[in-house]
């Protein structure tokens, strides 16, 4: 499945993040899900009660589910937190 | 006041820049009044008017390109010395005793003394669970909305929209417009129900003109519209992979053979709004229950101004309205809590007193295209969770209802439902429903969990810094489950 990055957008310069080790590219702006997402990845944390995937799902910061380890910061909400050049995410 | 915390000092503190929030805040400033408006967001504009967060400027397609403009205009009056604008801050607590505002942003906790507080804190979205619906790909209308509005990025490729409401054609139009494909659109309601309840909206032609235009792009893009259907589960192991919808008969049951099975791979669900009423409750405002809509609100007299004096509500959290709603209620509350602090504006009061109720009156049938039966709850089966955070199923809750939950707290310490990280925001009006359904009860009887500050998941060290003279920090696995602290003051 590709998600994308809806067209005619000026975005400026890629940066790069990465995502359990793996690059992905992002644009200034963007949240940590949006970037994940555009890269075709959904999953954000695995729970740790029952190891359910969860992503994106509210996207205003009320749901919690979208949570990954941002820069070795646990319980970080990908949807309203920028990426920022050499940003670290773990989805654990 | 711990030293680690900033202590300070405002005539109006209105909490939320949504289009309440930012009207209030222009109109009080305008009057003269000092006023510090904050928001948990980047950016001003709350979710209807959500402005795009990307460097670069940033051109929506259709409808969302229309909206961010007209937001980007309102917001433009923020441009007021007599405004303080903190984006990125969560006011995740309010004193009992003096309402002095809890503040967190930026690695920084910060507490803030107004003369008056204006809350506008919004909505939340409305959800019904089923098969699947924890599954990455799953999303809320809103949050589909939202991507597109704030990253411009489509969510996914091949959409399914389901739930009740206006706001589902509405997002349908908005992702064909970002490029994406819809299957289908799954409304709960019927045809006539739902076309019935549209007549109600006679005389507000925007909406009715607005509701049209989205029928017929649909109509041209081929999305049917199937009333009367539910979605039954998502499919997939790992991410979404498709979907399982069923038509219902007019007693809400499924109707046998009548499954559709769709390839896809994002399901968007909504069934309306419920207000975010956590300060405002904390505070101790009177919250009271609002049938059009189905949702406890806080309760204010004309002037906007809850049972507690100096605090207003205004917009969502005083009960679902809409845009047009929060717009006139910001500009009221902003007027009156300038009035009372001794300025004078140049305002025709008695025509935005006129204006709001006709607003608010209209708004009653609105409630109608969202409500719905909670005899929907038994299409929900057993092993469903409804409680995200803490996986607790349909099942366990019928059998708490079955030995005599009638309230949600009575779930709380049986099952830890509204104790894992959304605090209930989530699963609360799920359980809601619930309750009310199997134990027979009025909708009217059953209130909300009860809001405990911080009202949403905090790092320890905020409220670490925020220890009053005297009071005592106590680290509970309480909220979250992952250690975050609540500060008994």
């Known amino acids: 499945m ?26 200034a702006g963007e949240s940590i899900a949006a970037a994940m997402m555009a890269s075709g990845l959904r999953t954000t944390q695995m729970t740790k009660q029952g190891g359910s995937p969860r992503g994106y799902f509210c996207g205003m910061g009320a749901c919690f589910d979208c949570i990954a380890t941002v820069d070795g910061v646990d319980n970080v909400r990908t949807c309203n937190t920028p990426v920022h050049p050499g940003c670290e995410v773990e989805t654990g | 006041m711990n030293a680690k915390t900033t202590l300070k000092q405002t005539e109006i503190a209105i909490v939320g820049a949504g289009p309440a929030g930012v009207s209030a805040a222009i109109t009080a400033a305008q009057a003269g009044a000092k006023v510090t408006l904050i928001d948990e967001n980047a950016n001003p504009g709350g979710q209807y008017f959500k402005q795009p967060t990307l460097d670069q400027p940033t051109q929506l397609p259709g409808n969302l390109g229309t909206n961010a403009d007209k937001g980007a205009e309102l917001i433009s009056g923020l441009e007021h010395p007599g405004i303080e604008l903190l984006t990125n801050t969560m006011v995740w607590g309010i004193s009992e005793e003096d309402h002095h505002l809890k503040l967190y942003g930026r690695g920084e906790s910060e507490s803030l003394k107004a003369d008056r507080i204006i809350f506008a804190s919004g909505a939340y979205e409305r959800l019904m669970p089923f098969q699947g619906w924890t599954l ?5 209308a809103g949050g589909a909305q939202l991507m597109m509005k704030s990253q411009g990025i489509l969510p996914g490729q091949k959409f399914l929209v389901a739930g009740t409401g206006p706001l589902l054609q509405l997002a349908a139009v908005q992702l064909l417009e970002a490029g994406g494909e819809v299957e289908a659109i799954l409304e709960l309601q019927s045809k006539k129900e739902f076309l019935l309840n549209a007549t109600k909206l006679w005389g507000q032609w925007d909406k009715l003109g607005q509701g049209l235009a989205n029928q017929k792009k649909l109509k041209a893009s081929g999305v049917p519209i199937k009333y009367r259907h539910v979605i039954t589960r998502a ?18 049951r499924i109707c046998p053979r009548s499954e559709d099975v769709y390839e896809l791979d994002t399901i968007c669900i909504s069934y309306g709004f419920l207000p975010a009423t956590e300060l405002p409750t904390i505070a101790g405002c009177e919250q009271f229950y609002d049938p059009a809509f189905g949702t406890y609100a806080t309760k204010t007299n004309s002037d906007l101004e809850t049972t507690v004096e100096g605090l207003f509500a205004i917009g969502e959290c005083r ?46 049938n609105l409630g109608r295209l969202f409500s719905f039966d909670p005899g929907i709850c038994d299409l929900v089966p057993d092993d469903v969770p409804i409680c995200r955070c803490e996986g607790v199923t349909a099942g366990e809750v019928r059998e708490s209802i ?48 009860t809001a405990r500050m911080p009202i949403k998941p905090l790092p320890m060290k905020a409220v670490a810094d925020y220890t009053t003279e005297g009071g005592e920090t106590t680290w509970e696995d309480h909220v979250g489950g992952y250690g975050v602290a609540r500060t008994e003051l």
Request: with cysteine.
């Open chain 2, 235 to 252: 499919l997939g192991d790992r991410e979404v992979e498709g979907a399982v919808s069923s038509k219902i008969d007019s007693r809400g």
């Open chain 2, 402 to 449: 079955r030995r005599g939950a009638s309230q949600l707290n009575h779930l709380k310490p049986w099952h830890r439902t509204g104790m894992g990280r959304c605090q209930g925001r989530m699963c609360g009006p799920i359980l809601q429903k619930f309750i009310i359904h199997e134990a027979g009860l009025e909708p009217s009887t059953v209130e909300p969990f």
């Open chain 1, 2 to 27: 590709s998600i994308m990055r809806i067209k005619g957008i000026d975005r400026g310069e890629p940066i790069t993040i990465q995502v359990d080790g793996k690059e992905i590219t992002a644009f």
């Open chain 2, 136 to 140: 990455p790909g799953v999303m809320t």
């Open chain 2, 319 to 364: 009960g679902i309205g809409g845009v047009s709603v929060a717009l006139i209620e910001g500009q009221l509350a902003g007027l009156i809590a300038a009035q009372q602090l001794g300025y004078d504006a140049d305002q025709d009061e008695t025509a935005l007193r006129k204006q709001h109720s006709k607003a608010r009156k209209s708004i009653e």
